[in-house]
């Protein structure tokens, strides 16, 4: 049956359907939450921005449809929250103002109200977005514009449901973070369901509202990553490196001896890795996890049934491959991501350290692997970045690092760090937005800026400023002198540590080697302590070899 | 003649007696901690907020006031007093508070003599210039010569502030810049500010709170010299370090006005417990 005029009481049905079934989505609408601000509020924002026009509509009850717009727009205006809620209420109140002397709408004033409400919408926003709600409104407004002559109000909003829809979907290829993360725009679907909600009442149909509509985990794994993704600028930040998806039936005689309880369950995982969501119902649990160590989750979803499916991804190949993507791509020339430092160091503790500081390559050498030039033309040429950093972290390594520099088509500067935590300093000091001569300028100036002690072992009988140094013995390099020997290691530290702490002193740092334990490590720590109230120690495993402790002092 | 009244909103951080004794307008915004919504510093202290961060398991959020707030306030202020409105809020790039105070002015369109400023900054560095517009307009100058003084201040308010632990940034999206700085091992003190759109960003990287003042202090020595300043502190449970560092402030300083003040819930929920912030301008009196 056509439906030519809606009044005061449709049109209230129609935004209390619009309103249920905006509040059923919310969650997945928050889930698709990732611009302007990645905080996934949109849903429940425009949850709350219709729920305050509704209680204005129902407190007035109205017959007159022209009123209940009003009302409705009114009950926004007040409760607009958020971006989204903003422009809702916009959009309402633009669509309102143009009919509100009628007391039935007709598909010729529904046309011209959406097309008023859009035009308010986008007066009211600074600087209009698009790919977001303003364009779904748009696009479903000017469908709206083309179907004057169609008389049946539910052909009309089909029609405009339709166009509505197809617009969300085109989202992405306006907005590329859309597109980046897989998603429409919140907002947009946002709007989708309430059009939906619209188009119900005027068919007669009930849109069935339950917990059916919460987001699925696809959705908010999808969320999860572009979170993820915000804080992962380079690969070697990934702290946990495998993307773990486990789907598990549940077994009743199995959860009979282990019962299920999901609270304890994601308490347990969440100990495992971050990014972590757990969804279960009565037959299945779903689990997504970033760990490092896949197994382990596996083994405990296990715990509770079969395995259905099970995806494990390694997320550092593939962030190396959308970096190299991008790479690839036309050179921006003054894009910050065509920095690129390089260093030298050995030990996988000392890499990571590096690498958390945001060097991007980390040639394997030292004290007595000294890197050649051709090892650092190799290294510039890989990174295939245009601006280039060397630290060479050794006074031996210098010149190979300046030749390297002479002879590489890009652009190199060496900022000449002697000792790893000269060249840990120096990073502290690197800024992305700078120039590459302010870069090495502000680095080399921040090599002054630390101290650098070092315990390592004698490898022939010497003496060296009249000390006599036995083969096996261990000494303390403050710098470049030698202040402490012995054949105790914690005794070599302990007084290379008194000559390197001074009134400045304020943070020390201790990278231990491949033949020192954590627990040695923690002993000098409360050692340092217990005798320099204000200093803050800090200690990392270095795994390096020769070196037993490298200590930085700041 | 009346006078020119100034409107901001409660991410200002302007501590409640100066903002009365200035007649500053302030809109509240508000925070959620799931369902419960509060508007803050009304009926939310900062002190209660901070020891509910600490006992919530939910992460609180937050909200831009309504255009419908912004309309009443200034529909309010021209009844009553008819006077020219400035009104300075928080950066556009952080909050949607600016956008709804410009559509609370589309609406209102002509009948009021209005004018809305995106500060660009948040907390007390909102505050420092809607403190120095509101004694301006005390002392009866008109809206113009206020405008142009706001503009100036607008050039050359500078902050840094330096926070705990980066989570809170990253959780509520308004890491911007900063966000290369969260997977470092190293213990890192980010200082942070605001660039010219209002975003946050990574001003410098140090180790060691030492550091990271005598790094802003010379920042600030570069920047003002000898000039004299307001400076604004705003910290969120960090009280002893915001005095210390104001005392180290009046050493090498020339300061005309300054203000201790506590970060409020909404900029709280963002930066998280343990923040300092250092807001400056210069006075010209």
Redesign the interface.
Known sequence: MAINHIDGEKLTQMLLEGAANLSSNSQKIDALNVFPVPDGDTGTNMNLTMSSGIKEVQEKNSSHAGSVGAHFAKGLLMGARGNSGVILSQLFRGFSKAVEKEEQLSVESLASALQNGVDTAYRAVMKPVEGTILTVAKDAAAKAQELQKEKDCIVFMEKVLEEAKASLDRTPDLLPVLKEVGVVDSGGQGLVTIYEGFLAVLKGEKITHNAGQAPSLEELVKFEHHQSAQSHMSTEDIEFGYCTEVMVKFDEEILRKNPYNEDEFRNKLDEYGDSLLVVSDEDLLKIHIHVEYPGTVINEAQQYGSLVNIKVENMREQHTSILSEEQNREPASESPSDYAVITVGLGSGVSELFKGLGVKKIIEGGQTMNPSTQDFIKAIEEVNAEKIILLPNNSNIVMAANQAADVAEVEVEVVPSKTLPQGMAAMLAFNEEHSLQENAEAMKEALQHVKTGEVTYAVRDTSINGVDIKKGDFMGISEKEIVSSGSSVSKAAKELIDALIDEESEILTIIYGEDRTEDEAHKLSDYIESKFEDIEVEIHAGHQPLYSYIISVE | MSKVMIVTDSTADIPGELAEKLEIQVVPL?VHFGEEAYEDGVDLSPEEFYKKLNSESVMP?T??P???QFEEVYQKLHKEHAPDIISIHLS?KLS?T???A??AQ?TLGESVSLEVIDSKRASYAIGVIVVEAAQMAQQGNPKEEIMARINKMLEDTNVFFMVDTLEYL?K????G?A??L???????KPILSLNAEGEV??F????????AVQRILAEFTKLYNAKPLHVGISHSEAEKEAREFMDTMREQFDIRQEVITNIGPVIGAHVGPGTLSIAVTPVER
């Open positions: 508000k959020s909200s831009q309504t255009p419908n556009s949607g600016f956008q709804s410009y559509i589309q990253q509520n999206g308004r890491i810049k966000s290369a969260v997977g470092s091992l190293l213990k890192i960003y990574p410098e990287k140090v180790r060691g709170n030492k550091k």
